[in-house]
């Protein structure tokens, strides 16, 4: 597929900021395409160590590709933008930084693992000798700039969207994002090869790859948050041979969630004889965090999905 | 399939209690059959209306079938249950009671919607004129005697399991629960046709039913909650179209996770034209809360799921 616009690695920027100069303008209808960098800027390499993560340049982490003005958007509207196309690398990085994390209280040091796979063929990537993780890349951080002034970290994510690390914003799928300036100022980064729901350990398969995309705008539509529309099914990737769901109960979901998550990093860490950071690192990258129930008064239940086939 | 045992209807309590007496003892290995009753006890009918639930007598809700005593259970072992058949009435109820469910605030009047559904198809369902719910029946309720001496709600889940109303608890399904009492004492209940994740209105399609299990004891294993094995994909039945996404983001779960249903009502009663507290009730019955990020210091995104194929 050919775009019209290419927006490259160096046009880059590190905190969302609606006084930014916008690296290109496009019109409605456009489509562009962005070569994205991995979350560490280039940082890290497939032959990097833990001790690396230890020198990483936090100023130069998180690089959002952008900002892009589009023509004619103003607050209150909805920008659309269509994913329509991933072309990944072919290798990636999953680490634990101290401190990050859902268990970071119980995985106090830091680790690195680093990946290949196939890029065209996107096969089931190995990690070590026996686990092998279905992929599908997206993108971590899709987001437009918020109407408030000043620099605002690329860590969390916004109601204009941002770091939300929604694993099917995919090939295919539509986001639509609330406007709050004028021109939108669209950003994108943080590109994974695969993740699952929750981002557990706070990394997913961090990958660089290009992204294309296409922009339209839906005026004066108000939106409270993001919302998408999948065009088809989201985990048929991985689910063929169903899911082990270790689970949290209690009154508190974010300790219903943490329960959960410890309780597949000791299943897979046992039974598949790993290092529990390992299987830590695994459930980042393809378990799945879901709210089975959150009504039966005082106690909710959170799920931890992780597939069976990545050891099958 | 034919069973050993059988549990009739009137086999039935209404909290948990270590101290009661079990209507059955069973042998590891062994299967049976119970006769589940709705959620209101046989108090709701197919003709009922939003009037019968202010009428509902709470002390004969949330029946359970049980408790069962299981031979040479002790704490600290494992009891595991295979769900071996559902049988469905071929008729639910669906209702909205003011006070409970997610969005109690925004919802505060009665209502009730019922169900005809085919037992054996399992077409989907209709609701209304145009939405057709997938079905996929499940206990909501399956669990043993905590520890803990006296009458117990039946409300909340435990470690124990209990009214956990994980969706995936369906045909095939092992679960695996603590043992905290001598014999176990298990009990199962809350039969549901379909619910999504999270049941957010309070209440799923709420359906007697017959449910076969078999019991197996893993002595002596410690268990921190119950887990469970599915033996194979769990949305196939309502994802091959895709879904609608709407989020909450936020550094609350429980706040993102409302502002995420709420957006979901509001596009559902929007573009099909039907009242909030449909749109509500059909969330509750077909979508799925899933977190997709708990990570990003200090927001999370929450994002809830509604399969497009209802509509479609």
């Known amino acids: 597929m050919s ?3 290419t927006i490259h690695s160096c046009q880059r920027h590190y905190g969302w900021n609606n006084a930014q100069q916008a690296v290109l303008r496009v019109a409605p209808g456009d489509s562009a395409e962005f070569d994205v960098a991995d979350a560490s800027g280039g940082q890290l390499r497939v032959d990097s160590s833990a001790a690396d993560l230890g020198r990483l340049d936090f100023a130069s982490v ?6 892009i003005a589009v ?3 103003a607050p209150g509207d909805v920008l659309k933008v269509t994913l329509l196309e991933f072309t990944p690398s072919g290798w990636g990085w999953t680490a634990n930084i101290p401190g990050f994390g859902l268990l970071a209280d119980q995985f106090g040091e830091a680790a690195l693992r680093t990946w290949r796979y196939e890029p065209r063929s996107l096969a089931p990537a190995f990690f070590g000798a026996h686990a092998r993780v279905p992929l599908k890349p997206f993108a971590g951080t899709i987001g437009v700039a918020p109407a408030e002034p000043g620099v605002h970290s690329v860590v969390p994510p916004r109601r204009v969207g941002g770091n939300m690390d929604v ?3 995919s090939t295919g799928t539509e986001l639509l994002l609330p406007v709050e300036v004028p021109d939108a100022l669209f950003s994108i980064g943080d590109t994974h090869a695969a993740q699952g729901d929750g981002e557990v350990c ?7 790859m290009k992204v294309a995309v296409r922009f339209e705008l839906i005026k004066r539509q108000p939106l409270a948050y993001p919302r998408f529309t ?3 099914p989201v985990t048929r990737h991985l689910d063929g041979r169903g899911y082990e769901v270790t689970m949290g109960i209690g009154p508190d979901l974010m300790q219903a ?3 959960a998550v410890s309780g597949m990093v000791d299943l897979i ?3 598949h004889g790993i290092a529990p950071i390992d299987a830590y690192l695994l459930c980042s990258v393809c378990g799945d965090l879901r709210i089975s129930e959150i009504v039966d008064l005082p106690n909710w239940t959170v799920s931890f999905y992780f597939p069976r086939t990545v050891f099958d």
């Open 3 to 5: 775009h019209r616009h």
């Open 62 to 67: 998180n690089p959002l590709s952008g900002p």
């Open 71 to 73: 023509d004619g958007a």
């Open 167 to 169: 694993r099917d914003l």
């Open 202 to 208: 706070g990394t997913a398969i961090e990958s660089p």
């Open 230 to 232: 999948t065009n088809g």
């Open 257 to 259: 969630a943490r329960a």
């Open 269 to 271: 860490a046992g039974r």
